[in-house]
Nanobody, 121 residues
Framework: VQLQASGGGLVQPGGSLRLSCAIS????????VGWFRQAPGKEREGVSC????????YYRDFVKGRFTISRDDAKNTVYLQMNSLKPEDTAVYYC???????????????WGQGTQVTVSS
């Protein structure tokens, strides 16, 4: 399984970005795709997750109402739409696959390379 994250960049506070996670290879059935982020000096933390079997979505409290995870099956891509961005959202964002949604990064089997998101004026 290979994942490729893209879509990061520099945005002003209050702005928006859409991250993409392109998935190739042979992921396991009923897998989940999670978005995580890691700021300098901090541990990788879960942000949002989507289960491919039934489309269930999950969000951490600090992004609820601002971020939306979605999928395009035809493109084998999972997106993270990020609105109302704050400076504290600055981090490298990663997508990963697991057998189910989890907020524990060490449970994920495959990771993309990460994409930098910087929120600054």
């Amino acid at each position: 399984v290979q994942l490729q994250a893209s879509g990061g960049g520099l945005v002003q506070p209050g702005g928006s970005l859409r991250l993409s996670c392109a998935i190739s290879g042979y992921p396991p059935e009923n897998y989940a795709v999670g978005w995580f982020r890691q700021a300098p000096g901090k541990e990788r933390e879960g942000v949002s997750c989507l289960t491919m079997r039934d489309g269930s979505t999950y969000y951490r409290d600090f992004v609820k109402g601002r971020f939306t995870i979605s999928r395009d099956d035809a493109k084998n891509t999972v997106y993270l739409q990020m609105n109302s961005l704050k400076p504290e959202d600055t981090a490298v964002y990663y997508c990963g696959t697991d057998f189910g949604c989890s907020w524990y990064a060490n449970e994920y089997d495959y990771w993309g390379q990460g994409t930098q998101v910087t929120v600054s004026s």
